[in-house]
């Protein structure tokens, strides 16, 4: 993505820069920029990943031509936004979503359908996931017997803080909490079937959704993606062990090996960890939806 983008903005609109994306307002409706930017424990590394906000972006519009859940989208194609962004199309075309503008309903809904991460260490501890009893004698990366959904806090800085579907009760009413959690599983689980038949298995997600005038609630920001996922190779794929997987993990292991305290800013990445990043991210693309990188 071309540095002159990330540092500039579209004359007469405001804008929201977020970890990876760019978000302009346009009253009713939003344009939001997927950038090449790359976040690992809580920080935006100084280097970026090329092509990684054109296949965000490629890879949400997928999903959500597959999966036809009421949704924010009203153009990928940037000369239907407005002058100011066409006029840009050289930078914006691949990367950028026309959208409704929705309010956010505070909270990341999380499914997940095996052991891993944050889960696998709660597991190990105390037999909960995010305080949900799980059957015994499960490895890592196992799958669950069933699909669990596990509410996260959204934060705009740091990271999102786990919570009980009672919390989110609160926050949202049942009545919300109740239909997202269906909604959410109900996704994931038309997700996974898709994505084994494709060879990689789709162990946890989060999604964001939104309420627009007259109730309704929608699908918001990206869906099913690298970023947002947890992505593994089928054949690859063994109990009582953390498989290799198509997101920024790489990073973040290469990151484990620095001296970097995580307090500071991070180190640039090397040419090598950008490079198989990329190739990671596009290998997801390929395998998921048929296409390369457009």
């Known amino acids: 993505m071309p540095r002159a983008l990330l540092e500039s903005h579209i004359e007469g609109y405001t804008c929201r820069r977020g970890k990876v994306r760019d978000v302009y307002d346009l009253g009713d409706r939003l344009v939001i920029v997927a950038s090449d930017r790359i976040s690992a424990f809580d920080w935006v590394l100084p280097t970026p990943i090329p092509d990684k906000g054109r296949i965000l972006t490629q890879m949400t519009l997928f999903w959500l031509g597959l999966l036809q859940v009421p949704n924010h989208l009203v153009s990928a194609d940037v000369r239907a936004f407005p002058k100011a962004f066409a006029d840009r199309a050289d930078v914006l075309e691949g990367r950028s979503m026309l959208v409704r503008k929705a309010d956010v309903v505070p909270i990341e809904c999380v499914v997940r359908g095996y052991l891993a991460g944050s889960g696998w260490k709660e597991y190990r501890m105390s037999g909960t996931v995010c305080g949900l009893k799980i059957a015994p004698g499960l490895r890592e990366s196992d799958a669950l017997p069933e699909p669990i959904f ?5 934060a705009e800085s740091g990271h999102d803080e786990n919570i009980p579907f009672e919390k989110m009760v609160e926050v949202t009413g049942r009545a ?12 994931y689980r038309r997700g996974t079937e898709h994505a084994k038949s494709h060879g990689i298995i789709l162990a946890d997600t989060k999604f964001e959704w939104g309420r627009v005038p007259g109730g309704d609630l929608i699908l918001i920001d990206e869906v099913l993606t690298p970023d947002s996922s947890r992505f593994w190779p089928l054949d690859s794929h063994r109990p009582g062990v953390n498989p290799p997987s198509f997101d920024k993990q790489f990073v973040r292991d290469w990151l484990e090996t620095t001296k970097w305290d995580k307090n500071s800013p991070p180190p640039p990445l090397p040419a090598d960890v950008v490079e198989k990043t990329r190739e990671k991210y596009a290998e997801a693309l390929v395998r998921l939806t048929g296409t390369g990188i457009s």
């Not at 596990?150 to 959204?154: L, S, Y």
């Not at 919300?176 to 959410?184: G, N, P, Q, T």
């Open 176 to 187: 919300v909490a109740d239909e997202l959690r269906r909604k959410s599983i109900d996704i």
């Open 150 to 154: 596990t509410p996260a806090t959204k």
